[in-house]
């Protein structure tokens, strides 16, 4: 990169940037596992755009990328809010569930993103979150909820 082209790493919160451009610029950092960073790039879409599911969905995969389990909840209720058939969010929904040890909550929502989409991993992650729910009943001494 020469000098005279900033590094897009630089464009964090710089006045002027477009609404696309920082959504493009959040994507970009979340998939350089830097979510708190894409949280930034995201803040002002998200106040500006409070009806953007794409939006809201993105940063809600930057709460679960930084282990914000019950702001990643709160996103993908919201994005569910706003679009009902999204299976992807009903199914990153299930997977923050699951991550905080919610596994009948995990299993419903998974059970539904499974149903609307059979991809293999929706299909594997309602397989393990069955199975976990399973091995506690088990270990618990009753029945499978």
């Known amino acids: 990169m020469s000098a005279a082209q900033p590094d897009p790493a630089d464009l964090d919160g710089t006045p002027g940037v477009s609404a696309v451009e920082a959504f493009r610029r959040a994507e ?4 350089r596992r830097r979510p708190l960073d894409a949280l930034r790039a995201l803040a002002p879409l998200l106040s500006d755009e409070p009806e953007a599911a794409s939006v809201h969905l ?3 995969r930057a709460y679960l990328a930084s282990a914000q389990f019950r702001r990643a909840e709160e996103g993908f209720l919201r994005v569910l809010e706003l679009d009902p058939a999204d299976h ?6 299930g997977r923050t569930l699951q991550r905080q040890s919610r596994l009948v909550e995990a299993r419903t929502q998974l059970r539904m993103a499974a149903a609307m989409d059979p991809r293999p991993e929706y299909q594997e992650a309602l397989g393990e979150v069955s199975a976990n729910i399973a091995v506690r009943s088990d270990r618990a001494g009753g029945s499978n909820p």
């Open 58 to 60: 993105l940063a809600a």
């Open 88 to 93: 992807y969010a009903r199914f990153a929904l």
């Open 28 to 31: 970009e950092l979340l998939e």
